[in-house]
């Protein structure tokens, strides 16, 4: 199983070396691309850094809270659903800025009551910022079951500004594309601006935000450590265009770490969970060098017009109309 599996890992490691010298955007190379972007991440710190948990609550004890709230700075919150309640166990942002919240998501079950959780953020910054209230918008990475579940718990919320649709028109019309997925509208939070990235592929209406004042690349479904899970073969052009699109963006400004809204990978490379399992003891990090676009650049473009269903070192290109949703290598 083990030789199966590493086979044609490595094959497509061979293309992906041949696909690094072929151009991203006409005349450069993959290597050149992932140099730049190392050098400006170096060169560029976040005017407000954070931190990471040193682990992840992952279902392997199911005395773990239902959630775990993690402050990465002061203004910046992710949240992680147990697996013990949801397998999808995805993470959800809560950002503030000085006029407005924006929440990205709310998560895959609506047994957790999300506005409960957010509620409590919001009540201790408000406190800890000496101020009397603040507007929350609730908008999503894009609009699978396991982003949304827990819409309604802020439905007539007081402080709840709006909760953006989930297609297309909704999501294009609230942050204002005029042509997406090509152009790159903002969003201001007061003082804390978003740029957003229409980044179609793995869902037709999905977005990637990007904070400048954190440097943060949130890249829902599209890239984490995990299953990129691709349905149609229609989409397996749209995921190439936006991975080269998040490829150009982190080329041009400075992105600290790329984080999506699964785990799926083990910390042992080339091992990736089956999609549906109740606990993942070991789990890769959430966050993603920003160089990580272009190794999952180098992966898809090798593979051209009929992608393969495989596995890499840190994420699995996963076109489930070629191998089902359940393929595991
Ligand atoms: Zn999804
Ligand atoms: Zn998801």
């Known amino acids: 199983m083990k030789i199966q599996l590493i086979l044609p890992a490595a094959f497509l490691i061979l293309l992906c070396i041949g696909a690094r010298h072929q151009a991203v955007s006409g005349s450069d190379s993959l290597e050149a691309a992932a140099s730049e972007i190392t050098t400006l ?115 007539g919320k007081p402080y709840v500004e709006q909760i953006v649709g989930h297609g297309l028109p909704a999501v294009t019309q609230f942050f204002g594309f005029q042509n997406y997925p090509h152009d790159v509208p903002s969003y201001d939070l007061g003082g804390r601006v978003l740029d957003v990235i229409g980044t179609p592929g793995h869902h037709p209406a999905s977005i990637t935000l990007y904070d400048r004042q954190t440097q943060l690349l949130l890249t829902g479904d599209i890239v984490y450590p995990g299953h990129l899970f691709v349905f149609s073969q229609p989409h397996w052009s749209d995921f190439k265009d936006s991975i080269q699109r998040l490829i150009r963006f982190a080329r041009a400004r400075p992105v600290e770490w790329v984080v999506g809204c699964h785990i799926e990978m083990s910390d042992t490379p080339f091992q990736s969970y089956r999609y549906g399992m109740p606990s993942h003891p070991d789990e890769h990090v959430l966050q993603f060098h920003p160089s990580e676009l272009v190794e999952i650049g180098a992966a898809a473009f090798s593979m051209g017009s009929q992608p393969v269903c495989t596995i890499f070192d840190e994420f699995v290109i996963h076109p489930v109309y070629r191998c089902g949703i359940s393929w595991n290598g």
């Open 41 to 155: 991440r170096a060169s560029s710190p976040p005017p407000q850094g954070g931190s990471f948990p040193g682990r992840w609550i992952n279902g392997v004890n199911c005395n773990e809270p239902r959630v775990q709230v993690h402050a990465y700075n002061e203004d910046t919150f992710i949240i992680r659903q147990s697996k013990c309640r949801t397998f999808e166990a995805p993470f959800v942002y809560l950002l503030f800025g000085e006029s407005r919240a924006l929440l990205l998501d709310t998560g895959a079950t609506p047994t957790i009551n999300m506005f409960n959780v957010v509620d409590q953020v919001v009540q201790d910054w408000l406190v800890a910022n000496g101020r009397p209230g603040i507007r929350l918008v609730v908008a999503h990475s894009h609009a699978h079951f396991d982003h949304v579940q827990g819409d309604n718990r802020f439905v």
